[in-house]
Nanobody, 123 residues
Framework: QVRLVESGGGSVQAGGSLRLSCAAS????????MGWFRQAPGKEREGVAI???????VYADSVKGRFTVSRDNVNNALYLQMNSLKPEDTAMYYC?????????????????WGQGTQVTVSS
């Protein structure tokens, strides 16, 4: 059974940085597309950054140039480095794995989810 545990969220001022981590277990880590999603109050969950097992990455337009996703296949970990944070980045951030459909930025394409970690950016 896949288990994902996020950490690293917190409160920062605009322009600051945070690094999120996701510890994965119960999955053939290196063979799966994994990524980060976020959901703000009253909004739908959206894809932020996805990485494939070859290390390639896809980003939402809103975070390009500011966020970097990376993975450590040896330690079964996924990371999201977030720089130049903006108040609109405030959301619950989720790690996702076990891709079952083609649209890698769609939340419905993933079967495994973590519990989320809160990121709050103040102006």
């Amino acid at each position: 059974q896949v288990r994902l545990v996020e950490s690293g969220g917190g409160s920062v001022q605009a322009g600051g940085s945070l690094r999120l981590s996701c510890a994965a277990s119960g999955v053939t880590y290196s063979s799966h597309c994994m990524g980060w999603f976020r959901q703000a109050p009253g909004k739908e969950r959206e894809g932020v950054a996805i990485t494939d097992d070859d290390g390639s990455a896809v980003y939402a337009d809103s975070v390009k140039g500011r966020f970097t996703v990376s993975r450590d296949n040896v330690n079964n970990a996924l990371y999201l480095q977030m720089n130049s944070l903006k108040p609109e980045d405030t959301a619950m951030y989720y790690c996702a794995a076990d891709l079952v459909a083609d649209d890698i930025l769609a939340p419905t394409s993933y079967r495994a989810w973590g519990q989320g970690t809160q990121v709050t950016v103040s102006s």
